[in-house]
């Protein structure tokens, strides 16, 4: 049976370590140093330490130790900056330690229990104390790995402050541990007193977890907000630098064609009969892309050639509907267009080469502005991807184009709906005119 106690044991030490690894896991990237083998070593010597009797290595040493350890762990296998992880450290052993402290004292506010029955290795209700305490911080470790994510937002005075507040509930809570261990069998009171105390530190402590995930938000919002403008700006500028080169493009091939009119002439006198044909044919040639005209509203123009270009290059089939005011020049507008479009294009640009068809259509009326974009798809977007989420690694630079054109029809005031029909994604955006 002392075999059984034994085993038992170690797969506790065991299991800290699995459940320390899992968290760290949780709160940070690996690194390129990440080594399973690593993780194995650090293991083993904390097992090994922790099966020392306490003769050899009190257990508050052995504390210690293991967090030592710890930190190696997160250095030597984990991104991440020094003060977020001795922050996830003392957290880690914050929670362990109350959670410790919350269920002996519930063991032995019964009377019928004592604290050596519970720290003496070889008994029964031992097994049920370790059983509990692991059971606890699986449920916890489960909680963490599946409903809950950590970004790198958080800037360095947020992590100090951070690391502060949980040192010192660290310190409570190790004190508390020392009171429970060593004074508390001499004066039972004290287990109500440290029970009262645990309970305020879980509620301390998530209170502090609560309030740092409320500050790495709304620091992500800014920076999304950030990159969010910076975004609109560079399209403004991208629009307009747009309808310089597709006007300068256009008087350069009018001037062109006036030259070879010009050598037209001048060949005819000299009866130079072949060279005359050859630039004959030349200017009668069919007009290539960046001659059609798609609307008569010259900015929109320029922005719809420029994406005709692409969807040729991604074998999109690109079918437009305008009736735009010629002298419509609202550039807020036209980023708005552009990010439905460049969405629409890397959307379809995924889809099978026979599968690739884009409609667009804007209507002016007297009170609104209609602008619908639809793009073919194999399967549903909405059904596997409601919140319509970036997929890309470091999604939170991405995704920006729904939210620009979120932005701005919420800015004019306007409607956005986004639905499916007949195998297609639609969006469509009704702005007052």
């Given at each position: 049976?002392?075999l059984?106690f034994?085993?038992f044991?170690?797969?506790?030490l065991?299991?800290t370590?699995?459940?320390?690894?899992?968290?760290?896991?949780?709160?940070?990237?690996k690194s390129?140093?990440?080594?399973?083998?690593?993780?194995?070593f650090?293991?083993?010597?904390?097992?090994?330490?922790?099966?020392?009797?306490p003769?050899?290595?009190?257990?508050?040493?052995?504390s210690?130790?293991s967090?030592?350890?710890s930190?190696?762990v997160?250095?030597?296998c984990f991104?991440?900056t020094l003060?977020?992880?001795?922050?996830m450290?003392?957290?880690?052993?914050?929670?362990d330690?109350?959670?410790?402290?919350?269920?002996?004292?519930?063991?032995?506010?019964?009377?019928?229990t004592?604290?050596?029955?519970?720290f003496?290795?070889?008994?029964?209700?031992?097994?049920?104390?370790?059983?509990?305490?692991?059971?606890?911080?699986f449920?916890?470790?489960?909680y963490?790995?599946?409903f809950?994510?950590f970004?790198n937002?958080?800037?360095?005075?947020?992590?100090?402050?951070?690391?502060?507040?949980?040192?010192?509930d660290?310190?409570?809570?190790f004190?508390l541990h020392?009171?429970?261990?060593?004074?508390a069998?001499k004066?039972?009171?004290?287990?109500?007193?440290?029970?009262?105390?645990?309970?305020?530190?879980?509620?301390?402590?998530?209170?502090?977890?609560?309030l740092?995930?409320?500050?790495?938000?709304?620091?992500e919002?800014?920076i999304?907000?950030?990159?969010?403008?910076?975004?609109?700006q560079?399209?403004?500028?991208?629009i307009?630098e747009?309808?310089?080169?597709?006007?300068?493009?256009?008087?350069?091939?009018?001037?062109?064609?006036h030259?070879?009119?010009?050598?037209?002439?001048?060949?005819?006198?000299?009866?130079?009969?072949?060279?005359?044909?050859n630039i004959?044919?030349?200017?009668?040639?069919?007009?290539?892309?960046?001659?059609?005209?798609?609307?008569?509203?010259?900015?929109?123009?320029a922005?719809?050639?420029?994406?005709?270009?692409?969807?040729?290059?991604?074998?999109?089939i690109?079918?437009?509907?305008?009736?735009?005011?010629?002298?419509?020049d609202?550039i807020?507008v036209?980023?708005l267009?552009?990010?439905?479009?460049?969405?629409?294009?890397?959307?379809?640009?995924?889809e099978p080469?026979?599968?690739?068809?884009?409609?667009?259509?804007?209507?002016?009326?007297?009170?609104?502005?209609?602008?619908?974009?639809?793009n073919?798809?194999s399967?549903?977007?909405?059904?596997?991807?409601?919140?319509?989420?970036?997929?890309?690694?470091?999604?939170?630079?991405h995704g920006?184009?729904?939210?620009?054109?979120?932005?701005?029809?919420?800015q004019?005031h306007?409607?956005?709906?986004?639905?499916?029909?007949?195998?297609?994604?639609?969006?469509?955006?009704?702005?007052?005119?």
């Amino acid at each position: 049976m002392s075999l059984l106690f034994n085993l038992f044991e170690i797969a506790a030490l065991i299991l800290t370590y699995v459940f320390f690894c899992l968290v760290a896991n949780t709160f940070f990237q690996k690194s390129q140093r990440y080594h399973v083998t690593y993780l194995i070593f650090f293991g083993t010597v904390e097992v090994i330490l922790g099966l020392l009797p306490p003769t050899l290595l009190p257990n508050t040493i052995f504390s210690l130790l293991s967090m030592l350890l710890s930190l190696l762990v997160l250095l030597c296998c984990f991104d991440g900056t020094l003060w977020k992880k001795l922050t996830m450290l003392i957290l880690f052993n914050i929670v362990d330690l109350l959670i410790s402290n919350i269920i002996t004292n519930l063991f032995l506010l019964s009377g019928h229990t004592t604290a050596s029955m519970l720290f003496t290795k070889g008994s029964y209700l031992r097994l049920l104390y370790l059983f509990v305490i692991y059971m606890t911080e699986f449920a916890i470790v489960y909680y963490l790995n599946h409903f809950h994510t950590f970004s790198n937002v958080l800037t360095q005075k947020s992590l100090w402050i951070s690391f502060l507040f949980f040192f010192c509930d660290f310190i409570v809570a190790f004190l508390l541990h020392i009171i429970l261990v060593s004074f508390a069998p001499k004066l039972p009171y004290l287990y109500g007193i440290c029970l009262s105390i645990a309970l305020c530190l879980i509620a301390t402590t998530l209170m502090g977890l609560y309030l740092l995930k409320a500050q790495e938000q709304e620091q992500e919002n800014s920076i999304e907000m950030a990159l969010l403008k910076l975004q609109l700006q560079q399209q403004k500028e991208l629009i307009l630098e747009s309808e310089e080169h597709y006007q300068q493009s256009r008087i350069l091939k009018h001037d062109i064609k006036h030259l070879l009119l010009n050598y037209r002439i001048l060949l005819a006198e000299g009866k130079q009969q072949q060279v005359m044909d050859n630039i004959t044919e030349f200017i009668s040639d069919a007009p290539s892309s960046s001659d059609i005209i798609y609307t008569d509203n010259q900015l929109l123009n320029a922005l719809l050639h420029a994406k005709q270009q692409r969807c040729l290059k991604e074998n999109i089939i690109f079918e437009q509907h305008i009736v735009l005011d010629p002298l419509y020049d609202n550039i807020q507008v036209m980023i708005l267009i552009l990010n439905l479009l460049d969405n629409a294009i890397e959307a379809s640009s995924k889809e099978p080469a026979g599968n690739r068809l884009i409609r667009f259509e804007i209507i002016q009326t007297e009170q609104n502005i209609s602008i619908v974009s639809q793009n073919r798809i194999s399967s549903s977007v909405l059904e596997h991807n409601p919140d319509l989420l970036s997929k890309k690694p470091h999604s939170h630079e991405h995704g920006l184009g729904l939210k620009s054109i979120s932005l701005l029809t919420e800015q004019y005031h306007g409607m956005l709906d986004i639905y499916e029909e007949q195998n297609l994604f639609c969006v469509h955006v009704l702005l007052p005119y």
